[in-house]
């Protein structure tokens, strides 16, 4: 059986509108009043959180590396093919550079 989903969308001008009128259904005086003991266990105690623990003393984000900048010569039928692709043309180039360069540390191996 199929789950069913209900996804609803809103910007974040609708969200704080909605939130003007009274139409969120949170209670921000009780949240700022709560010790952070007491969100914990509200926390624990909600079915939608059960089993859901990140020990975030262990966490580390990997910053991305930056690109290179690079001019290239470069035939002009490819160059047209890709940016005839549409937007992100220049992520297409890289992702094809990138496979190419897997494939062959692959066969290096």
């Given at each position: 059986m199929a789950?069913?989903?209900h996804i609803?969308?809103?910007?974040?001008?609708?969200?704080?509108?909605m939130r003007e009128r009274?139409?969120?259904?949170?209670?921000w005086?009780?949240?700022?009043?709560?010790?952070?003991k007491e969100i914990e266990a509200a926390i624990a105690g909600d079915e939608d959180e059960k089993e859901m623990h990140v020990d975030?003393?262990?966490i580390s984000a990997e910053?991305?590396?930056?690109?290179?900048?690079?001019?290239?010569?470069?035939?002009h039928?490819?160059?047209?093919?890709?940016r005839s692709q549409g937007k992100g043309y220049q992520k297409r180039i890289h992702a094809v550079l990138r496979s190419y360069v897997e494939q062959?540390?692959?066969m290096n191996t």
């Open positions: 789950k069913r989903e609803v969308r809103y910007t974040d001008k609708e969200l704080r509108e009274g139409e969120d259904k949170s209670d005086k009780k949240a700022a009043s709560m010790t952070n975030w003393s262990n910053l991305p590396r930056p690109k290179a900048v690079l001019n290239m010569r470069i035939d039928d490819v160059l047209e093919f890709f062959r540390r692959k």
